[in-house]
């Protein structure tokens, strides 16, 4: 009986945590379980220019899956799985404690030890020393909440990745790139003219986009250690929609040289004469490939009203994947090709939709009005989309569950156009 | 060969200054044209070919917001429709008359879409509403080649509201001349 007044029962948690000047970050988690953790402050790491456990913790709480103890008062602090009380720990419901400790080597690099203990095995889960630059003391901390994150849930953290996204302040348009956490935050490309459709290469040394730098759209892709750039789609009328097949050698673009937006494939450096992938009277874009490259999905409105279709990367009979509504666009798979997110319209509402490509079953992922460019997290468990709040474009993030929200918004402007960099 | 070499400026040299090349924005897209035989072993694409042609010599256009019809500029569409509208049929007919009396004058038509949906999406629907507008000023005498088609999708919105009123007036193609 219990369990069923728990299930009705619905805890609405906001969280606010102040990311940086720029980005301002709002958790919400409803009815959701968390997994009690006790992550402790690890010993000396207030010696350092940064604090690796805040980092830690700020990470794991993001995801809405766990929550943290409380951990105040523990004197001194430990660094090894036999300094620890666990019957204390056991008595606060925490399943896990993590510990550590950090020490400034000889040569300017800092040594990080860390421990994940089981509080009720009392088993060692995780123990591991890295050695780290005073400069990359972030990114090791990512790591570590990477490596906590798999050993709890048994997959893929994303602490590690990167994200790309536009802001338009004004008249300026810019194309950013910044940490998951939203840190690091740089300018890979500045311009007056529009700049959409940002996309990372499969490896994530590169970025293909849309620029309207020439007054027309053009595909280019941009060399993101070097800042070089290349355009690989300039022919006439619009040139848009990139998507990078698996292995990273081919783009799909969708191409009006010949009237109407149609699909065609080029390779990734702009050599070769684009191949179309089909020839309609319709308008069919937003091409994507699927996971196992060879199948792309697409939006057309060959059936009256946009929806969404599969063809083979050869060309060939194309699928229909959507059929409720009037309005499916902008397609966009999970990492293990299963499920299928796009923007329904849905009355005045155009929202994020998710469908189980085994069952065809469907779910309503937002309740906003104005969502746009969906898509996974590299381990398939967050999905990252565009929206309004009062006019005003911000990113979101909802678990594929449905049941973990964020929403990211910059001070000025409007954010839009995210792109989830892949796994490091 | 007519194969023309479109390349980009290397943003090589800002990235050099940098201990962080990531910080560095990229170069703007210029572009220039470079020659090249079969041979050659960098990259080949069309001529690249700009959309602010240079100005022809004394290109003709008709006086905005005078003589009816010709005076109008845009043409409106309904949510994801790329029909001509009885309001826009007059105004295709107009220029096209004009195109076919004055054999110097080209037209840029830009296609643009209100705020709702995808960018993909709304940028082929631009495109596919200035093709329409292109089919019936052909159709009514206009030679193709004084037509150039382009979309900005939905983003350059001339009004900036969240209402059907701002999305009317962004759901159109403007008729620009060049020169104009």
């Not at chain 1, 805040?54 to 008062?73: C, E, K, M, N, W």
């Not at chain 1, 089909?278 to 009256?304: C, H, W």
């Not at chain 1, 699928?319 to 299928?340: A, C, E, I, M």
Request: glycine share 8%; net charge neutral.
């Amino acid at each position: 009986m219990i369990r069923s007044v728990f299930l009705f029962f619905y805890l609405v948690l906001f969280v606010t945590i102040p990311v940086q000047a720029e980005l301002s970050l709002e958790i919400t988690t409803e009815g959701l379980k968390q997994i009690p953790l006790a992550m402790l402050p690890f010993a000396s790491e207030r010696d350092l220019t940064t604090a690796i456990s805040p980092i830690i913790i700020a990470d794991l709480q993001r995801t809405g899956l766990f929550r943290q103890v409380d951990v105040s008062g523990v004197n001194p602090l430990p660094s090894e799985a036999s300094q620890l009380k666990l019957a204390d720990w056991r008595a606060k419901q925490a399943t896990a404690v993590l510990i550590g400790s950090t020490s400034i080597e000889h040569d300017g690099k800092i040594k990080i030890r860390y421990v994940l203990v089981d509080a009720t095995t009392e088993q060692e889960k995780l123990t591991e020393v890295i050695s780290v630059a005073p400069n990359q003391l972030r990114g090791a901390a990512h790591r570590i909440a990477d490596a906590v994150y798999e050993k709890l849930t048994g997959e893929k953290g994303v602490f590690s990745t990167k994200i790309a996204y536009v802001v338009k302040d004004g008249p300026n348009f810019q194309l950013r790139v910044a940490d998951a956490d939203a840190y690091n935050e740089r300018t890979i490309l500045s311009s007056k003219e529009p700049i959409i459709s940002p996309k990372w290469s499969p490896d994530g040394t590169r970025m293909a986009y849309v620029t309207f730098e020439l007054k027309r759209p053009l595909v280019v892709v941009q060399n993101l250690s070097t800042g070089a750039r290349k355009v690989v789609a300039n022919f006439r009328g619009n040139n848009s929609a990139p998507a990078w097949s698996p292995d990273g050698k081919r783009l799909a673009v969708t191409l009006s040289r010949d009237g109407i937006a149609q699909i065609y494939t080029i390779d990734a450096e702009g050599q070769e004469q684009p191949r179309r992938l089909m020839t309609t009277r319709a308008i069919d874009t937003e091409g994507v490939f699927t996971p196992d490259g060879k199948s792309i999905l697409f939006t057309s409105d060959r059936g009256g009203s946009p929806q969404i279709y599969k063809i083979p990367v050869e060309g060939g009979n194309a699928q229909r994947l959507t059929f409720t509504g009037n309005y499916n666009v902008s397609p966009r798979l999970s990492p293990d090709g299963k499920k299928l997110v796009f923007i329904q319209q849905n009355g005045a509402a155009f929202r994020v939709m998710l469908q189980d490509l085994d069952t065809n079953q469907l779910q309503n992922m937002s309740d906003n009005a104005l969502d746009e460019s969906p898509s996974f997290s590299p381990n398939g468990r967050m999905i990252l989309y565009a929206s309004k709040v009062n006019g005003k474009g911000v990113l979101a993030l909802v678990s594929a569950d449905g049941r973990v929200r964020q929403k990211f918004s910059t001070q000025a402007g409007d954010v839009y156009e995210p792109a989830w960099g892949p796994l490091q | 060969m007519n194969k023309i070499v479109l390349s980009i400026l290397v943003a090589a040299a800002l990235a050099a200054c940098s201990s962080d090349p990531k910080k560095e924005a990229a170069a703007p897209v210029t572009e220039s044209k470079v020659a090249t035989d079969s041979s050659s072993s960098s990259s080949k694409m069309p001529e690249a070919k700009p959309l602010t042609a240079p100005m022809e010599d004394a290109s003709p256009f008709p006086v905005k917001g005078q003589g009816g019809a010709l005076g109008e500029r845009s043409i409106y569409y309904a949510f994801d429709s790329y029909v001509v509208s009885d309001q826009g049929k007059p105004i295709a007919a107009a220029h096209a008359g004009f195109l076919a009396s004055h054999a110097k004058a080209k037209v840029i038509l830009q296609g643009n879409c209100d705020e709702r949906g995808s960018r993909e999406y709304n940028l082929a629907l631009g495109s596919r509403r200035a093709e329409s507008v292109k089919s019936l000023m052909s159709a009514s005498g206009a030679s193709v080649n004084q037509i150039e088609v382009v979309s900005f999708g939905k983003e350059k919105p001339m009004m900036d509201g969240h209402d059907e009123a701002s999305w009317q007036k962004n759901r159109r193609v403007d008729i620009v001349y060049q020169g104009e």
